[in-house]
């Protein structure tokens, strides 16, 4: 199953990280009231529900992600696929270790027993 089936209800999600309506869309650029929409069963549009996986499931931060990013990560995983796998793996286990979180603890630990895929 696709991560984008499995984004939770919004609202199930903005509740497991504890932010009310305008803290929660305004980080992804929505308004309240069309946050308040989504929640109550209006169709995001794929753009919001792309965001609201990044920001709120994937915890990105935005901010710090730049274009050469992306092409660092895709000459990577198409030049050295051992090494990027080798890589994202120790970086999730360094993810894991320095959180000081027991699994499953955190609102979307669930996730972690995915299988992991190379669309990173």
Excluded: C
Aim: aromatic share 6%; glycine share 6%; no cysteine.
């Amino acid at each position: 199953m696709k991560l984008f089936e499995r984004v939770l209800n919004p609202r199930e999600i903005r509740r497991r990280l504890g932010l009310n309506q305008e803290q929660f869309w305004t980080q992804i650029g929505v308004t309240q009231s069309g946050g308040s929409r989504y929640e109550s069963g209006r169709e995001m549009p794929k753009p919001v529900r792309e965001l609201l996986r990044l920001v709120h499931v994937e915890q990105v931060d935005l901010s710090q992600v730049r274009r050469v990013d992306f092409e660092i990560i895709n000459y990577l995983k198409e030049s050295h696929p051992d090494l990027y796998r080798n890589l994202r793996r120790a970086a999730r286990s360094r993810h894991r270790q320095g959180s000081g979180a027991e699994p499953g603890s955190a609102p979307f630990a669930e996730r972690e027993a995915e299988t992991v895929d190379d669309r990173e």
